[in-house]
């Protein structure tokens, strides 16, 4: 059995994955806009390029998406994407990365658990848990 997450996204999930792609060493895979798919007939044409359905693979966790038009969109609550990262200067790059234009829930810290971890929402309304696991 695998498990995945699907992330809503208010029309920014190419906008989400690419930056994904970039800031977390993420993999592109598919990339379906709604003007490819038989919901085509059910968007208005400003909506044609929005993402049906996506995925990006970013370390061994995979994010599939898609966007939701305005009417139907709510930001993602009650969970976050927690990311273990192997030694303190990746984790405070990853930290910085998602924080851009994100809003720092607990700023990047030594805990007891960890010498180095954070809590951010990001850009596009997705919460992290960033975690240095050494």
Request: glycine share 8%.
């Amino acid at each position: 059995m695998n498990a995945s997450f699907h992330i809503h996204f208010n029309g920014q999930c190419r906008e989400a994955f690419e930056y994904y792609a970039d800031a977390l060493d993420g993999k592109i895979g598919t990339m379906l806009p709604f003007s490819q798919s038989p919901e085509s007939e059910n968007v208005p044409e400003s909506w044609q390029s929005k993402i049906i359905h996506g995925n990006i693979r970013i370390g061994n966790i995979n994010i599939a998406g898609g966007d939701l038009q305005p009417e139907h969109y709510q930001q993602p609550s009650g969970f976050y994407i927690l990311l273990s990262i192997e030694n303190e200067t990746k984790t405070k790059a990853t930290f910085d990365s998602l924080s851009e234009n994100g809003t720092v829930l607990f700023p990047l810290q030594k805990t007891f658990w960890s010498p180095c971890y954070g809590i951010v929402i990001d850009q596009f309304g997705i919460p992290w848990k960033v975690n240095c696991a050494a």
